[in-house]
């Protein structure tokens, strides 16, 4: 258990800081932009890892409508993200480190030789933001039947990060767990001492292990923490040499816009699809997480995996023909330039890959959806307020949960 939970805060750390912008990346795809525009997208990244404080709006969304075996129409959820954030000096120079981080064997390094740069970093960070997580009434209510409890279509969680210390208020979340009125109102994590106890111990030095490891099984002490690993693996894989899959994106500059009053530059980056999947890196890459164990024991034998990898390159252009997938960074065009906005967008309509599965047999006719039928993810991040004091204070009210207590669980 103890090992879980340490686990559980280093995942929930990393996950953390995907959503700081001093994280951004200080070498942007620029493709075949021009030198003008390629330079003023580098120097917008690069500004970013030297921003103090902000604010930030997001929204993420997720759609899964019309699918076989999906139970209901749609599963729609959407989850907004607003607040402040700001960052000392300690934070500001891991940022700089961390920004260094371009592949795999980067930041197993990092994990493993300077664990350091991430506590200096979460200790070094504040935020005071309130999560709204929005579920479609469908997916409510089939969600409230499986798990014999009221799930309701709203849900906010104020969240801060103040020295170190994350605080949480499950006030909305506590009637969904068991024994949850104990509870309600703001619970502290010694995020920071957490981390520290987990550089000291190895943890880190054992997570950059496994990245680099071709059986993460053999650090895994069950089954179901094997799997994770080898999905851990496979992700890293996928991210091992970005550079790699750049030749099948594009990259243009669009019309210029405003955003909160400011005059920016927007850059769209298109990924072509058809390409990709018959390209010798997409297969490298799916062999490489059949390999890791991240598709699971009953993933196809090499053999198989091959056959099916090769009738996917001929077939891809009737299966994928309704998948988009983009994003967009829009630049402040007044110096100095900033990230204003960034957004990802993935959607895949998918009723031409079931008509042909219908016709083929390998789905039921009955199984047949009548509508839309989709997978879509949109992701949208605006940021302000660049270098402006924002007050960030820990609640008066929190019960802090010590590091010792959370680490000493068995």
Known sequence: MRSKLISLFLVMALLLASFGTALAQAEPFCGDLSAEDCELLTVAAQNMLSVTSYQASAEYRGVLAGLPGLGIEEAAVTVTVDGAFSYGESAIAAAAVLAGVQTQEDLAALMSESPEVLVDFYNGWSFDIVMVVDISEELAEALSAEIGIPVPTLLSVPVKLVDGILYVNLTDVAPLLEGGEALAGWLGFELGPVLEAAAEQGLFEAAAMQMTMDDPSML??????????GALIGVQAALADPAAFEKYMEVSRAADDVINGMDVAVFTTKMDILSLISSPEFIDLVSGLAESG???????????????????????????????????????????????????????????????????????????????????????????AFNEPQTINAPADALIIPAESMMATQ
């Not at 895994?220 to 690993?229: I, R, V, W």
């Not at 895949?348 to 199984?367: C, E, H, I, N, V």
């Open 220 to 229: 895994a002490d069950s089954p179901e923490n094997a799997a994770l690993a």
């Open 294 to 384: 991240a598709l699971g024991e009953d993933a196809l034998s090499a053999a198989d995996l091959e056959q099916a990898l090769t009738m996917l390159s001929f077939m891809g252009p009737m299966l994928f023909q309704g998948l988009v997938s983009e994003s967009t960074t829009a630049v402040s065009l007044d110096e100095p330039n900033y990230i204003v906005a960034q957004t990802t967008f993935f959607s895949w309509d998918l009723s031409g890959l079931l008509q042909m599965a219908a016709m083929t047999g390998a789905l039921p006719a009955d199984q047949m959806p009548s509508g839309t039928s989709l997978i879509e993810f949109e992701t949208s991040v605006v940021n302000s």
